[in-house]
């Protein structure tokens, strides 16, 4: 099954906020039991909201719930079935689902049950024996039948599914749901709120990656700088597709759970819980295998966010190409070996957002609104000049500063010039602290003294200060942590003020003591020390 999308808009007049994803219109008599029910039930376990009307008391007119219904709904499904004509109910409910298709670009859906997709069109056969019957009723309401008879060939000349060709009912509701899954994942606007900003085309560039077709288990790896926007792009697809699946399941923050003790057998607990659809399961030693047995034989949506090590995944599902074919497992990471090892088939690697998208999502969370506020357009300049296409870093000072006047703004930014955001920071943070000695070390060296120099230059002087660079270089670019590009070795602003700030924090209690002197203040500060220190050593 390949993924894809299409964009359709509608004019601004056409828009109308909705309710349901979908309105069921059937004639009760001949499908309410059987394969409406049936339908309304696969509907409920994809969680398509659907509006049924077998609690409505049927009158001379259509209710104004009723109206509305349809008017609120995405799509509406009609099945023809012999009787349907037969009633001025359902063909009241037709000619209004038209206005909605005409007046709001309501999707419409024929489903023909049991009859001839020409009979519903020209009103002929059993079809039309019935609707002989309703003209009989209304045979002095002329222009009141003939916008019946327009409304059924307009109707029947749509796209839909014919039960003489889809014969099993099961495999029919089957399609009819995949196709409702498909249009509504087509109508679906991305950026879903104003804090989505710049997520359309990368979910486009990860849906072009999927689109070579899902005949065994598809891996997904999304990779990149803590911050930029992993988890919120991993969950947008998840949400976007979950419902193509048997069973789907997000495990958020696989790393932080893991690291207490109970982490690992409450993430599994969710996991299995949630894709079997049993909540009271018992997971124990004895039965995990049956568990993983009957997913096997499931077609699955998993993502694991935010894992550090193979060892994560492994322990949560053993083995990735354990699920039925068809199944997609994503798996977000800072660490691009990880990927690696997992043996995921495409890689996606995250990058910082695009001037206007980051201008965007600024502007959103520092004025609640698509522009800066009068006399502060050159002080949100540097705000995104040092954020650098950072989501995280423009959505924690866009809070931070939204609401304060322009001197604290001014008094924010010079801050930041010299240390770093705690909050950002701490985020960034995460991967250096999860290095061993020698490879902070290298990190640190590079964010003090050697950003932007020849990496062979790099790698000899660190080679002889016994770092062993070489890996040491290659684990810093799978982590994020450094950029190679023409052999110079760089990295991002961010990540730079980091390092230098943890160098910092070493003197906080020691002026004296710091490993590295990046500024030359800093350089005058320590020699400064360091003459009192030894004046006052002489003079005692």
């Known amino acids: 099954m390949a993924f894809s999308s299409s964009s359709s808009s509608l004019s ?3 828009i109308l906020r ?9 004639r009760g008599v001949d499908t309410r039991n059987n394969f409406t029910s049936h339908l309304y039930s696969a509907f409920s376990r994809k969680n398509i909201e659907t509006f049924i009307d077998d609690k409505l008391v049927r009158g001379d007119e259509i209710s104004p719930s009723l109206l509305n219904a349809i008017k609120k709904s995405e799509i509406a499904v009609v099945i023809f079935s012999e009787g349907y004509g037969s009633s001025k109910w359902c063909l009241k409910e037709l000619a209004k689902i038209l206005k909605c298709k005409e007046k709001y670009g309501q999707v419409v859906i024929p489903i023909f049950y049991h009859i001839d997709p ?15 019957k309703l003209e009989e009723r209304f045979k002095d309401r002329v222009k009141k039948l003939q916008r019946w008879r327009n409304a059924l060939r307009e109707v029947a000349n749509l796209s839909g599914l014919d039960s003489h060709v889809i014969r099993s009912e099961s495999i029919l509701v089957q399609k009819i749901v995949d196709d409702i899954l498909k249009r509504l994942n087509d109508m679906l606007p991305v950026e879903l709120d104003k804090g989505l900003v710049g997520v359309e085309s990368r979910i486009k560039d990860i849906e072009s990656l999927l689109s070579y077709g899902l005949e065994s288990v ?21 949400n976007k597709f979950s419902n193509h699946f048997d069973g789907s399941c997000f495990l958020q923050n696989v790393r932080e759970l893991c690291e207490k003790d109970s982490g690992l057998p409450q993430l599994q607990c969710e996991l299995l819980s949630t894709l079997l659809e049993d909540r009271n399961l018992n997971i124990g030693i004895h039965n995990i295998n049956s568990h993983f047995r009957r997913l096997s034989r499931r077609k699955v949506l998993i993502t ?10 492994e322990s949560l599902v053993h083995r990735l190409d354990w699920f039925m074919p068809g199944s997609l497992i994503i798996i977000t990471t800072r660490d691009k070996q990880v990927l690696q090892n997992c043996g995921v088939k495409s890689i996606y690697e995250m990058k910082e957002l695009k001037n206007v998208d980051a201008i965007k999502l600024f502007n959103w969370y520092a004025f609640k609104q698509d522009h800066p506020n009068i006399g502060y357009k050159e002080l949100s300049n540097k705000v995104l000049q040092y954020a650098q296409g950072i989501p995280l870093a423009l959505k924690i000072l866009g809070r931070f500063l939204f609401g304060r006047s322009k001197g604290e ?3 924010e930014i010079e801050k930041l010039e010299r240390i770093p955001h705690k909050d950002i920071q701490k985020v960034l943070k ?36 016994g770092f062993y660079a070489k890996i040491g270089i290659s684990v810093l670019v799978d982590k994020c942590l450094i950029i190679i590009s023409g052999n110079k070795i760089t990295m991002h602003d961010l990540l730079q003020e980091m390092g230098r700030e943890i160098v910092r924090q070493e003197s906080i209690d020691d002026p004296g003591k710091r490993s590295r002197l990046c500024y030359v203040e800093e350089i005058l500060d320590v020699l400064r020390y360091n003459m009192v220190s030894i004046f006052l050593y002489v003079n005692i």
Do not use: M, P
């Open 304 to 313: 694991f966010d935010d894992v550090t090590h193979i060892d994560q995944v």
């Open 12 to 14: 601004s007049n056409k």
């Open 118 to 132: 020409s009979d519903v069109r020209n009103q002929t056969g059993n079809f039309g024996v019935a609707f002989s």
């Open 430 to 465: 995460i991967t250096f602290d999860g290095l061993d000695d020698k490879i902070q070390n290298i990190f640190l060296d590079i964010a003090c003294f050697f950003k932007g120099e020849d990496r062979d230059f790099v790698t000899k002087f660190l080679d002889a200060c």
């Open 18 to 26: 909705k309710k349901y994803d979908v309105f069921l219109s059937f």
């Open 409 to 411: 703004w001014e008094s």
């Open 218 to 238: 598809y891996t997904l790896g999304i990779w990149g700088i803590g911050g930029i926007g992993k988890t919120t792009i991993a969950r947008v697809i998840f």
